[in-house]
RNA sequence: GGGUAGGUGACGGAGUGGUCAAACGUACCAGACUGUAAAUCUGGCGGUCUUAGACCUACGGAGGUUCGAACCCUCCCCUGCCCA
């Protein structure tokens, strides 16, 4: 159970893994789409023609514990059972809620006090809750409760926010020790925004509280490419390298490309799903918004080269004409597409990773996908 | 044939002498979205000029009144409804 480095690669620091849990073994680097999709559920491996699928998928604590309640999927049997879902699942805490939600909330050393979005409800978490509240969900990793400042953040803002995520890491732990088996797994989450000496402090002692894997929290936020690869590159020299490395809440195909060559494992984004609902899909030469009039009476594919089955089944003129009509099966099945585009393109790195091939791998994706427009390709 | 209501930009529909190139909605054309309060949000949407802005063409048609008309007057054309 836990986390084994299979293949280092020898141009980068990029790494393939394994990770066992009791819902099974999920390999690294991987995406995990949020479990809340339905969409999800087509991309269980065997499903596809291709035999790939998502290993791993991620729920969120926060919003569960507002609706419908932890009790509530406790009591039905655990959150696998809830969502049909009979492999690995990583839940966040709502550190990251915290956060984007920070008008209606109220920090104390405590913990979080909030008013439920849903209801209007004034709510409290504190880090002992949020750990309580996924092992009630049956979740097979979980995570700390922290505190994720916005960019900029000033520097002692920045320090004690590092500092009561510390505090709560501990608590947390505690909280965990008592009451888990050995079948969860507990991961820390180091901040810092984008503060060398912060993110070091921030990810020695989250490592000597010691956790099943360390997330790297707090990026994505606006710091710009530069700033955030620097601080994973600095990362992953002080993480240690038997350790899983999860890069929270990122991104792009391009920066996940990135992040692996720095040394990430795993990586979870509302990207696929989101703009999936929005009309936007991935492909393998760029991002296409379908409500566009080019594709009016297009009768290819999203994506010539891929085997999903909304590829396999459906035209760009008709997705867009889903869009255009307000027919959810548009969103449905464009999020299908672009979880799969991720769940595939994480396969092709890993692939490419063992071939010893990963840096010709990344080069040639970037002078495929990067600044390609996509109208130029249609002439 | 008589009466009556009306003809506004792609469509629906406000406006009823100047602040109107014309509200609002839809459609259309783009853009955004990164540990999901997001099937969402933003911008554009008569024409020309590179923008501020300027000019041109516009509210069924033709005349007229007025410093000024989508808005008032006259005639014509068209449409809905009612009565023969």
Not at 97 to 126: C, M, N, P, V
Not at 266 to 280: A, E, K, S, W
Request: charged residues 25%.
């Amino acid at each position: 159970m836990g986390f084994k480095l299979v293949t280092k690669d020898e141009n980068t620091n990029a790494r393939v893994g394994r990770f066992e849990t009791a819902h099974g073994v999920f390999n690294t680097p991987a995406f995990m789409p949020v479990g809340t999709q339905a969409a999800v559920k087509a991309l269980m491996p065997g499903t596809l023609k291709d035999e790939i699928g998502a290993e791993i998928i991620l729920s969120n604590a926060y919003h569960l514990f507002i609706r419908p309640g932890i009790d509530i999927i406790k009591n039905g049997g655990g959150l696998h059972k809830f969502m049909s879902w009979d492999k690995p699942v990583l839940t966040d805490s709502g550190g990251y809620q915290i956060f984007s939600l920070a008008s209606f909330q109220k920090l104390t050393e405590d913990g979080i006090s909030f008013l439920s979005h849903f209801d209007g409800r004034r709510l409290f978490l504190s880090p002992e809750d949020a750990v309580r509240a996924q092992i009630g969900l049956g979740s097979d990793i979980m995570m700390v409760l922290d505190q994720c400042v916005s960019y900029p953040c000033g520097y002692d803002q920045a320090r004690e926010a590092i500092e009561l995520t510390l505090r709560w890491s501990r608590r947390s732990k505690k909280e965990f020790d008592s009451l888990s088996g050995n079948s969860h797994f507990l991961f820390g989450i180091v901040q810092g925004s984008i503060y060398p000496e912060l993110r070091k402090r921030s990810a020695e002692e989250t490592i000597e509280i010691g956790f099943d894997g360390y997330a790297i929290g707090g990026l994505n936020v606006g710091e710009g490419n530069p700033a955030r690869d620097e601080m994973i590159a600095l990362l992953n020299k002080v993480l240690p390298e038997g350790a899983i490395r999860y890069f929270m809440g990122g991104g792009e195909p391009w920066d996940i490309l990135e992040a692996v060559s720095l040394g990430i494992d795993l990586f979870d984004c509302t990207l696929p799903t989101r703009l999936g609902r929005n009309g936007t899909a991935f492909t393998s030469i760029g991002k296409l918004t379908i409500r566009n009039g080019e594709f009016k009476s297009d009768i290819r594919p999203v994506d010539e080269n891929c085997n999903c089955y909304t590829c396999l089944n459906f035209s760009r003129a008709y997705l867009r004409h889903l869009f255009n009509t307000g027919e959810i099966l548009g969103p449905t099945l464009l999020s299908l597409h672009n979880l799969y585009f991720y769940i595939r393109f994480m396969h092709n790195i890993r692939s490419a990773i063992k071939k010893g091939k990963f840096r010709e791998f990344k080069k040639e994706f970037e002078n495929k996908y990067n600044e390609r427009s996509f109208a130029e390709e249609l002439q």
